[in-house]
Every structure is written in C-alpha cells, then in structure tokens.
C-alpha cells in the first residue's frame, strides 16, 4: 500500500506589511503570496490535481535574470534537473509551483508586475518507483532575504520507507549531509541577478 503524507510546514502565510517585533523589512525578499480567494480558486482550477505554493517575489530595479532550480540528492550532493537563467526584470512578481511528488513532476510559473508571464512543465522520464514510500513536505513559511546571485530554497521533499520522519527547514538545502538515510530528496530554488542571461551564460554561471 504506498503511503503518502505530506508534512507540509506552509502552503500560503498572510505576509505582514511591517515585521513583527519592528524589524526591519529587507529591501529584497521573498515571502508566502496572501491570495484573494478569487486567486485562491483560480489556482487550484490551473493546478488540476497538484498541490500549488505561491510566493511574491520583491526586487529592486537592476534585477535582470531569474533561475529556479530543481536538485535530487545523489551520493551526498545535489544534481540539478532543472535550471537555467531566464530574463526578468521587473521589481516584483509572483512565482507557483505545482507538485505532488517532485520526483514525478513539477510545474513551475513565473508572474512579473509588468504583466509578463511565463511556465515550464518538468516530467521525469520513468524513474525507480515510490511506492510504498513516505513522503515530507517543508515549504518556506517566512519571509526571506534575497541577494543577487544567491540561492534561496523554496522547498524540500523527502521520501521514507522508514517509520520516522525528521522534518527540515529549506535553508537545510545547504547541508545536504543531513538527509543520510533518506531514499529520495528533493529541493527547489530561487535565485535573481543583476547580470543579463548572457553576460550569465557566458561566465558558466
């Protein structure tokens, strides 16, 4: 019988206009989109079956590209299995990731404030089977910092066939050593510059 849970940490979090306690608001950030349940419906129509995670995205006004990544665990190191730099250059936006189980596919899509809007679907070829496997789910829950060049995790999946499951925080992406004993992991991430997807591509970056 295959077992699936999602332990899932946030899926949408009212974002506060002000930090709590008065903390400063970081100029750029990443944080849970708050839907209008209008937004709300017209996501889970679009999602069809899978689980969507909104986030809005606030820049400043020399952004110029955007790369989210998807990464599987192997041997200790993360592989990336989706990626590459594509042009963005508005000072804020939105950004939806539709999933169940990453392994099997994820869909991911792109809002800019300017109107401009895009997707990409990722369907693994067959891949070893799940089945019988649980999985967990940890999703940022907060806002986020965000720096040019620098990734930011916005997901983490792990898959069990043991009977104890630990949770992880995203920013735990940076210490792939803590997901030994795990059969499958996955991550997914954001990251922005202020360099165009060429100057980007042609430093192999």
């Not at 939806?96 to 679907?121: H, K, M, Y």
Request: net charge negative; proline share 4%; glycine share 10%.
């Amino acid at each position: 019988m295959k077992k699936l849970f999602a332990l899932v940490l946030a899926a949408f979090a009212a974002p506060a206009l002000a930090a709590c306690g008065g903390e400063e608001v970081p100029a750029m950030y990443v944080e849970p989109a708050e839907l209008t349940a209008e937004e709300d419906a017209v996501a889970g129509l679009l999602g069809l079956d899978t689980e969507q995670h909104i986030y809005d995205v606030v820049l400043d006004e020399d952004v110029q590209s955007m790369s989210v990544r998807v990464y599987e665990l192997e041997n200790g190191e993360w592989h990336e299995r989706v990626g590459g730099w594509t042009q963005y250059t508005e000072p804020s936006g939105r950004i939806a990731l539709g999933f169940d189980s990453i392994p099997e596919g994820i869909r991911i899509a792109v809002q800019q404030s300017g109107g401009n809007t895009g997707a990409t679907t990722y369907t693994p070829e067959a891949t070893e089977s799940l089945d019988g496997l649980a999985r967990g789910t940890s999703l940022l829950s907060q806002r986020a910092e965000l720096a040019y060049g620098r990734e930011q995790p916005l997901a983490i999946q792990v898959f069990t066939s043991g009977s104890e499951m630990r949770t992880f925080q995203p920013e735990s992406f940076f210490e792939p050593e803590l997901y030994e004993g795990y059969e499958h992991v996955c991550a997914v991430t954001v990251a922005f510059s202020d360099r165009s997807v060429a100057e980007l591509t042609a430093s192999g970056d």
